[in-house]
């Protein structure tokens, strides 16, 4: 069984920095593209960066470009989002993705998620 566990969420001013974690269990990590999606309530869940099994390519949301890196260590089974120059508009929950897909970037190609961890960015 497939298991994703983010961490790292917490509460950081504009303009900061989080480093967001998820580590996999349960399948052959490398086998596999890893994302990072968000869903603020009330919407639908969106994409904000991937990256691919060996860690080759990396894709990004345009509102995260040039902020946020993306980044797998599969020794160790995980995956990390590297937040900088965050903005109050990025508060919302940060959900674990894991997808057959080796260009991770829809919803719909996601086979499993995380629980999700939270991000808030005061003002």
């Known amino acids: 069984q497939v298991r994703l566990v983010e961490s790292g969420g917490g509460l950081v001013q504009a303009g900061g920095s989080l480093e967001l974690s998820c580590t996999g269990s349960g399948r052959t990590f490398t086998s596999f593209g890893m994302g990072w999606f968000r869903q603020a309530s009330g919407k639908g869940r969106e994409f904000v960066a991937s990256v691919s099994p060996i860690g080759s390519m990396t894709s990004y949301a345009d509102s995260v470009k040039c902020r946020f890196t993306v980044s797998r260590a599969n020794r160790k089974n995980t995956l990390y989002l590297q937040m900088n120059r965050l903005r109050t508009d990025d508060t919302t929950d940060y959900f674990c993705?894991?997808?057959?897909?080796?260009?991770?970037?829809?919803?719909?190609?996601?086979?499993?998620w995380g629980q999700g961890t939270h991000v808030t960015v005061s003002s």
């Open positions: 993705a894991q997808s057959f897909n080796p260009r991770l970037e829809k919803y719909t190609q996601v086979g499993y």
